[in-house]
């Protein structure tokens, strides 16, 4: 039974939003604070720039304190300004006040940063002398961990001119590769006639019932890209060898060590990992043969992939919120309360409406606000897995801003998507021991295989890619939009083997992926992610209440140790390539529950 009442829901949650005024009563009020924390801000600099190299745990503790406390506020006035704008990015008042905000974070960024960079330039030995007295106890992981870079850092002329350079060597190429995919309009028709349509728009199609609008829009897709290649080629062709350059200057070992270093993993985990996935590309294929089958077809073809087979029943806001926290409280009542707390204290929005922002989120806020969820609710199934989803990361930031300081709370991207991908699989499973409609069953364990596929199986495909693309240039061999295809082609065939058949078009298949532009090797912290979680999903079915308390206790520790650390206590140890075997035994759970027609 549920704690918190909920009304009779309106069609696609109308009336849902949140109340703003626990971050600040009214926009003038909130400017008025905004100074002040300024302020405070330029106190601080006044107080401490200087003094890292000679300060005594006790001050380093009543500095990082102070620093607390401006993360604190800054949080919570920068979120009142956003969250206002996601609502409702009409509003003039609205947008000044974000663009006040922005310009005010932008100051005490500059105006803080100091503190960090004197920090990082205390020889180790100070530095870990400092890091381990018990006064700063609840933030030595952050302090070791800010230090990370140090080694990579150059002297502070060098550093400058890389800074000032950076605009015209990364930051350009990066803007071309943007405006080129996002203006890029193709003339298509969907069935209402023929319309110019941007990527996205072409992408929305390949869950299309309609297999010829699956196909032609791929195939359209496809098409645009053709006369831009060669450019994008060489957009990414230059960001690489940028890339490795830079690399070498910096003395770091390989072209992923930068981004391991910032996911605070190591390299022979993450390769174990990525082995460990591909000698399960052929489960994929096993699905993908099934799925023809169910389309009546002889074999896949690319745009067949996420083709629906079968649709789910549609669901109103309070049943959804039923199903989300009643599948918590069976897990544990603990985050059943989290979740009863956001609706009782109105801190879900969750009503489409002109003028707010698309998708969904959970905005932490700060240490002492809750954290606030955006939702954009159209009684569809999917909307429940999205409300779990969010509600997951908000049950993160509520039990780890109970026991962290503002430093120590968040985890970097290799965690962050772990306790929400968790909160979905627990309300999948509460929905597949209880849900009757035999469509929307179908329809919800192929879309939790396709999900799972989608992000573990892809993302290494991208991952794999990468890496070769390195390899190549660093070889000396220029990244030629050929030799690019080449490359995507021989990946994607390793992952689907004769299960897909693969049209020519998609040789350009990489073209306009952003990941490969904005930050390299970014793709494979998700896989990194979604099969921790599946893993650790399996030990909770195995172990039980045991497996809850130790869980309860990860999301308490919020961003305070590493995420090999962070993940021991609840049996996954990813240094060895078996850790990942349960989540591979959870997908093919998902496979077989998917593959079994329902009688
Ligand atoms: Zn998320």
Known sequence: MSAVELPDAKPNAEGVRWDLSPLAPDAAEAGWQVDRALEAARAFESRWRGKLASISPAELAEA????????????????YAHLR???????QENLDLSARFDRAMVEAANTLRFFELEWIALPDDVAGRLADAPEVAADRHHLVSSRRFAPYTLSEPEEKMLAERQTAAVSAWQTLFGRITSTLEVDFDAGDGVEPHTIDRLLAHVRDPDREVRRGALEALFGGLEPHADTLAHVYDTLVADRLAMDRVRGYDGPM???????????????????????????????????????????????????????????????????????FGHFSGRIARVADDFVREQRIDAEPRAGKRGGAFCAPIAQNVRPFVLLNFTDRMDDVMTMAHELGHGMHFELSAERQTPLSAHTGIALAEVPSTFAELLAFDFLMQHEEDPETRRSLLAERVEGSFATVFRQTVLTRYEQAAYAARADGQTLTADRLSEIWVRENERYYGDS??????????????????????????????????LALYANYRTRGEDFVTAYLDFLGAGGSAAPADLLLPLGLDISS???????????????????VPEG
Do not use: C
Not at 64 to 79: K, V
Not at 586 to 594: D, H, I
């Open 257 to 327: 060590e930068p981004t391991h270093l910032r996911n605070e993993l190591d390299g022979p985990s993450v390769d174990g990992m990525l082995a460990a996935v591909e000698a399960h590309y052929p489960l994929g294929q096993r699905w993908f043969r099934h799925k023809a089958g169910e389309l009546g077809l002889a074999q896949l073809a690319l745009w067949d992939q996420y083709a629906p087979i079968a649709e789910a029943r549609s669901v109103d806001y309070r049943e959804a919120f039923g199903i989300v926290e009643t599948s």
């Open 500 to 533: 897909i058949a693969l049209p020519e078009g998609y040789r350009l298949g990489w073209a306009y992926i952003p990941h490969f532009i904005s930050v390299r090797f970014y793709t494979y912290a998700y896989v990194f992610a979604h099969l921790a979680t």
């Open 85 to 91: 704008e996601a609502t409702d990015a009409t509003d």
């Open 577 to 595: 390539p078996s850790a990942w075997d349960p989540g591979f035994a959870e997908m093919e759970r998902f496979v077989e529950l998917a593959s």
């Open 64 to 79: 990082l304190a102070q620093l607390a406390e401006l993360e604190n506020d800054l949080g919570r006035l920068g979120s």
